[in-house]
């Protein structure tokens, strides 16, 4: 219980940050949301040694019983890992939005409240076990993410990438919803564990494919995985922090989450091995390369966390391979699920110091176009510091946590060489190829990032401020971070004990029964020259080389057109036009056009009916004899229908009506409705009074009252609702379907409700409620006229904007 | 009678839409009232129109000699119902010319700056 109730304290706290705000003006509103990260990591961390020994924790509240929905909160190594990078990174980056957000300028109210909604939603998707409340969190978690997008929301590009970003994880989110709801027609259950425990079974399912691939496409949007990255770089509009935490530490490794925690499910499937590592790995290396294309410091970090969520994903579909393999315990396979969670440790640890710097850059030199900066090393040597360590983790050093878990994707990579299912034999040499390649390019961004903004020559003039180093407390996150990459190279395998390894054991389960099973020591030296080291020294080499030489060959990249960019762009523009021109053509603006459509749609539909049922029906018997008092009315009805059409004059047009409504009280009298006449006569009078007396008021506008034009398409429409009407009324009289209910109120009326006179019995008594509604229906109708005659709204200057 | 009240039914429901789809708004109006008015004669007639007593309970009527009541209840509450659509129309159309001094309907329909 009281976990699920953790998930949601940060929302809960978000109810008091405007409160806050308002209040404690002076304090900066940062500090009482860092307590609230800060006491979940502390909480979360108590938890890491019942779970490092294979244990976990379950609390489960109740959402829609009627529905078997809940809010179940499963923590076990892979939950509890990301559940502490949440709230870890979540405190460094508010302890270094306090010195980035200035609390005078900026709404901080609307920044924290969407910051802890979004660490709500986080928490939610990585701990939930039931498929519905993940799917609840992880849109959430897009609604955040554009709330925080959109923070300086007065900037076109703002809106711009928050929408994009939208776009595209909700699309996304849809379809894995589709997934969820297949596995849960396949296995009967919501439950992620016990979807687990059948896995078996669910594989053979027709769904089984249709389910994988949507649930990836959900991964892959979230996880800005190609070709869905394209909103990830114009997320970089966000806010500094934002951008270090949901888009490179927290939010976008969802979709990582989501392929590690279905993958004891989908392992089974060839496809699903395929998918996630080529379609990783393709995107490790696009990424990588075009990082390079990129001018803006954190359009080079947002194409570089690109890259990396794909060297993870590869990583992901790898270890998903050992499940086709004997004893893949025993192989250099069995690297692939330990590189991929060490390296998301890595990454969140070096990208997020990056992106800070990135920031404090921006903050103190007030621009972040890469050919502006250079030499700041001397102005800002810690900055410096801290982004030479990031950036070489990246690149894939030692003495850097980056450099241990680089290496052991590569000797991921080329154990798939040796692996002989789903024709990898043929195609797997691929794989370390780009790998290989990929990890180049990275290589040479990584150094372009650092050295050419803090080396080379300083420009003072290019930049809107004077550089200078950053404020101490802006400082401390990144260098925390910064000490963290170097830690993590000396103590990997303490690291691999406690974080690492449980996280494993959820991934792989069909190999390892409890986190101690998982047999991998990380080592930076393994005593001998390894095929991966040489990998690694390639890549030093010709990275070194091609960076010295970076400048020769850079521009060449504008050669490289923007498709998919330009594809979503016209995409939207398309949609948009498309559909506003679209509607356009039936929305004309004008009553008639709505109502050719209505009566239209009512003749097809009716006399579609009638023919398809075979319904015209003349019954010639049971008729009514015609008399000479309803001829002469039937004629005097007539005559007023016509008069209407024809008069030139309004006057003429009221009173002739009038005629139709006396004659049809007369119609009353004659057949027997005595109650009818009596309403009908009483409101025939005060309606012809109205409709006089609303006629006196008007303003003569025009003296000439034209006669009504006679159009072609319009009496075409008109015969045919009144032929169809004519068609109803017969087959209505003719065929009696089912016997009335009348009878029995003849019957009953005297006895049961003891009334004599039939009709009004029916109207207070048997349809009581009717009678109650219509009344209902005066009154709103009465209040309408009233508001309409007494209320006038003072005509105000410049309520129209568009003037 | 019930096949001749079918034709003018179907006379007075033609008529009607031809007054709703003309441009003046007093026509629409006009129009509808008269629909109205069909509407409840085609209820009446649906019912069947041959009934020897009225439907009030009386001493040496048997019960098949009442006309029809449930259709006379339904008209009942037609009958009030659209008294107060149409008086709403009325001081819609009235507020209308007030305020914009017109009731043709091409003019009403506002301009593309309004959307």
Known sequence: ?803 | MEIIMSVVIGFMFMAAVYLMLSKSLIRIIIGTGLLSHGAHLLLLTMGGLGGEAPPVVAYGVSVSDYADPLPQALILTAIVISFAVTSFFLVVAYRAYQELGTDNMELLKGTEDHE
Do not use: C
């Open chain 1, 1 to 803: 219980m009281s976990l699920v109730l953790l998930i949601f304290l940060p929302i809960i706290a978000a109810l008091f940050i405007p409160l806050l705000f308002k209040k404690v003006g002076q304090i900066h509103t940062g500090w009482f949301v860092l307590l609230v990260p800060a006491a979940l990591f502390i909480y979360y961390s108590t938890l890491l040694p019942s779970i490092a020994e294979g244990g976990n924790r379950v609390s489960e509240l109740q959402w829609i019983p009627s529905l078997d929905i809940a809010f179940i909160a499963y923590i076990d190594g892979l939950s509890l890992l990301f559940s502490l990078l949440i709230t870890g990174i979540g405190a460094l980056v508010v302890l270094y939005s306090i010195f980035y957000l200035d609390k005078y300028r900026e709404q901080l109210h609307n920044f924290y409240v969407y910051l802890l909604m979004f660490m709500t939603a986080m928490l939610g998707v990585v701990q939930s076990d039931h498929l519905i409340s993940l799917y609840l969190f992880w849109e959430l978690t897009s609604i955040s993410s554009f709330l925080l997008i959109g923070y300086w929301y007065t900037r076109d590009r703002s809106r711009f990438g928050a929408l994009k970003s939208m776009i595209i994880t909700v699309f996304g989110g849809l379809m894995m919803l589709g997934g969820f709801v297949l596995l849960g027609i396949m296995g009967n259950t919501y439950s992620i564990r016990e979807l687990i425990s059948q896995a078996p079974e669910l594989v053979g399912h027709d769904f089984f494919v249709w389910a994988l691939v949507l649930i990836l496409l959900g991964a892959f949007t979230k996880s800005a995985q190609f070709p869905f990255y394209i909103w990830l770089p114009d997320a970089m509009e966000a806010p500094t922090p934002v951008s270090a935490y949901l888009h490179s530490a927290t939010m976008v490794k969802a979709g990582l989450y989501l392929v590690a925690r279905f993958t004891p499910i989908f392992a089974a499937s060839g496809t699903w091995v395929w998918l996630v590592t080529g379609i990783g790995l393709f995107t490790m290396l696009w990424g990588s390369f075009f990082a390079l294309k990129q001018k803006d410091l954190k359009g080079i970090l947002a194409f570089s966390t690109v890259s990396q969520l794909g060297l993870i994903m590869s990583l992901l579909g790898v270890s998903a391979a050992g499940f086709h393999v004997e004893n893949a315990t025993e192989i250099a396979l069995n690297y692939a699920g330990f590189a991929a969670i060490f390296h998301l440790i890595n990454h969140a640890v070096f990208k997020g110091s990056l992106f800070m710097i990135a920031g404090i850059v921006d903050h103190e030199t007030g621009t972040r176009d890469i050919r502006k900066l250079g030499g700041l090393m001397s102005l800002m040597p810690i900055s410096f510091t801290v982004a030479m360590i990031g950036a070489f983790s990246m690149a894939g050093l030692p003495p850097f946590g980056g450099f241990l878990s680089k290496e052991m994707f590569l000797t991921g990579m080329v154990a798939l060489t040796e692996f002989d299912l789903f024709s990898m034999d043929v195609w797997g040499i691929l794989f370390p190829v780009i790998a290989w390649i990929g990890s180049v390019f990275t290589f040479i961004y990584s150094f372009y990032f650092v050295f050419h903004t803090f080396a080379g020559k300083h420009k003072p003039e290019e930049l809107p401020k004077p550089a200078h180093e950053a404020p101490k407390g802006m400082l401390i996150s990144p260098v925390f971070l910064a000490i963290l990459a170097v830690v993590i190279f000396f103590i990997p395998n303490i690291v691999g004990e406690w974080l690492v390894k449980p996280a494993v054991a959820a991934i792989q389960p069909f190999m390892y029964d409890s986190p101690s099973d998982v047999h991998v020591h990380v080592a930076a030296w393994h005593g001998y020259i390894t095929p991966e080291l040489w990998m690694t020294i390639g890549i030093f080499a010709v990275g070194g080389l091609m960076f010295w030489t970076l400048r020769k060959w850079q521009h060449q990249y504008e050669r490289f057109p923007n498709t998919l960019n330009s594809l979503y762009d016209k995409g939207m523009f398309l949609s948009d036009t498309g559909a506003n021109r679209f509607s356009r053509l039936y929305m004309t603006g004008f009553i008639r056009s709505y109502l050719v459509y209505m009566f239209s749609f009512l003749i097809i539909i009716v006399l579609g009916t009638f023919v398809l049922n075979d319904a015209f029906a003349i019954d010639m018997n049971n008729l009514a004899p015609v008399g000479l008092y309803e001829i002469v009315i039937m004629l005097a009805l007539l005559g007023s229908t016509v008069t209407i059409l024809f008069s030139k004059s309004r006057l003429t047009a009221i009173i002739a009506l009038g005629a139709v409504g006396y004659s049809v009280a007369l119609f009353f009298v004659i057949f027997r409705a005595p109650d009818l006449a009596l309403t009908q006569l009483v409101i025939e009078t005060i309606s012809v009074a109205l409709f006089l007396l609303a006629f006196y008021h008007l303003p003569q506008i025009s003296r000439k009252e034209e006669r009504m034009r006679f159009r072609f398409g319009n009496a075409v429409i008109a015969v045919g609702v009144g032929v169809t009407m004519t068609l109803v009324a017969l087959a209505a009289h003719s065929g009696k379907a089912l016997p009335s209910i009348s009878e029995f109120y003849k019957e009953t009326v005297y006895t049961e409700a003891g009334g004599g006179n039939i009709v009004n019995v029916i109207l207070v008594d048997y349809r009581g409620f009717d009678t109650l509604f219509e009344i209902g229906v005066l009154g709103i109708a009465g209040i309408g006229i009233i508001t309409l005659i007494k209320l006038r709204l003072t005509k105000k200057e410049g309520q129209h904007e568009n003037k």
